[in-house]
């Protein structure tokens, strides 16, 4: 039999009012339900604090004490712009609708966020360290960022991530986690300094396969023993031009929901892999090992399953680039136009470590496609914008799609493709919905 | 700062003075917890019922009305946007514990699936040995969150028709 644990969790689960009794000896007034009756259990409370409660006549009953349980807002996103939809709250999984991806450079306030964790408090830019280890290191070197800045040469590049799990929501039978749509990806401008000059600095051996990076966010659970996330890439994308541990993004400190004061950006491949909250990045001589780097995180069949069927985690393997796709930033879906009125449309398309070849878009449920003009890209790994227009010529309810193809050829699929436990990878067409009236 | 206040503050003061010179009361507070957490160790079905039991004593409905928040609007709990059936207040108490809602609401599964989850949140989230309440948390989600067949690609849905202007 399972050793039966409690915790303070538990206890107020139960009853948090019998929870205040026996923890604190707490009795509150019956009448306001708050404060500290004959002020039981508040010298307890205060000393399990360390400090005093201030207004403890206030304090409701049955509160886990926020020092010991700091409770997250679901009312309060500072930065971000308020049509942004809120998956969950703790932790905090925020996506952007279509139309508020329009911009070329997403704005910070339209970046989306996908936490895994706990949002670490009491940020120091001055203080924060970042430190370079593992065993493809000879000796570990540490940081500070402004040594960062002023060691190596600073480069800007706009950089798509887009979460593994982007739309998850449309997988049948459905997979579990936050319920995505479209709108987990966004590409800002990055400056920061090439992950590559910081290793050569540090004499990375070649021996090194993997690297392994480590954040300041707290595991939901406020353990500070467990690692919320820790992932990485491959040594040979780690050494990637456009590999940035980056400071700034669109020229001014990264929102903290992004990872102030410094992240990793690796542009293309599943957004976990570029780690926010940046203390440490280890080298290692083997694939790294840290948390949620272990089937099924972020991993995928290693052939073709049937919708719903269990894969046995040696059969799954690690999501590198993630595959060809594209938005309709523009217009907003739902749009009512008049017969034969010109609509114009445009959106971003982007492939994960390759260039997008190719855009169109279909009017009919993909049975005859315009190609759309497409614009190259600013960079290496930035989304490219595309544009067209239509008109049409009979009222109805119409549906654009549009279809992006890779320089290899590799198209966007019109149903959502090949299914998979964790519901990652889902880059069918971008549909938005038009009425001619 | 009115006179009550006051001498309310006064009171807390003395008594945390009164504390630190006289730890005793926290040596009570830790061997009580240490009792607890041994009785819950080593007779489990037993502090069940003992749990159970003081939990319906200590509880008067006004309290649990207040502390719960419980406004609730065609079928949801307002707060927390969970469906209210049976098992609604067992999932509050247990899942909200560490995570939000949300994650319950914006997911689908059949009892099998819900039951994968737990465990892998027991596995690796520290969540802890459900007990008795696991049937009944497992019966209010698989009725209440189950999964709907969407096909290869649902209809568009929720959209909000406007005028595009040339």
Known sequence: MKKKRIGIHELYAKDPIEADRLLWGRESDPA????????????????????????????????????????QSDFELPGKHPDLVV???????????????????????????????????????????????????????TFSIAQLKELFKAYTYQLTIECGGNGRAEFNPPAKGNQW??????????????????????????DAVYIGYYGKDLHLSRN????????????????EDETLIAWAMNGEDIPVLNGHPLRLVIGGWPASVSGKWLTRISVRNIIHDGSKMEAPSYRVPKYPVAPGETVKDEDMKIIEAMPVKSLITYPKTGATVKKGQTIKLRGHAWAGDLAVKEMHISVDFGATWQKANLKPAPNRLAWQSWDASISLKEEGYYEVWAKATDEKGISQPMVVPGWNPKGYLNNATHRIALKVI | MSKEEKELRKDELDLVQRIVKRMNVLVYASLFIVLVAMFNIM?????????????????????????????????????????????????????LACHSAKLVTQNRADREGWKKMIRWMQETQNLWDLGQNEDIILDYLAKNYAPEDKGRRAPLKNIEWYTLED
Request: glycine share 6%; proline share 7%.
């Open chain 1, 32 to 71: 306001s339900r708050r404060g500290f009756l004959k002020q039981a259990g508040l010298a307890a409370m205060s000393l399990a604090l360390g400090s005093k409660i201030v207004h403890a006549n206030e304090m409701p009953a049955g509160l886990i004490p926020t020092l010991l349980d700091q409770p």
């Open chain 1, 87 to 141: 998956l969950n709250d703790k932790p905090w999984n925020v996506e952007t609708p279509a139309h508020l991806l329009d911009d070329v450079i997403t704005p910070a306030d339209k970046f989306f966020v996908r936490n895994n964790g706990l949002v670490p408090e009491n940020i120091d830019v001055d203080t924060w360290e970042l430190t370079i280890d593992g065993e493809s290191i000879p000796e570990p070197i």
């Open chain 1, 181 to 206: 749509s479209t709108g987990a990806v966004a590409c800002a401008s990055w400056t920061g300094v090439r992950l590559k000059d910081v290793l050569e600095y540090c004499k990375v051996k070649s």
């Open chain 1, 224 to 239: 500070p023993q467990k690692v919320t996330i820790s992932r990485g890439v491959p040594i040979k994308k780690a050494l």
């Open chain 2, 43 to 95: 007779a489990p079905d037993t502090a069940e019922r003992w749990f159970g039991e003081t939990e319906k004593e200590a509880l008067p409905e006004e309290v649990v009305a207040a502390i719960s928040d419980d406004l609730i609007e065609n079928g949801i709990h307002v707060k927390t946007g969970l469906i209210v059936d049976d098992g609604f207040n067992q999932v509050k108490a247990t899942c």
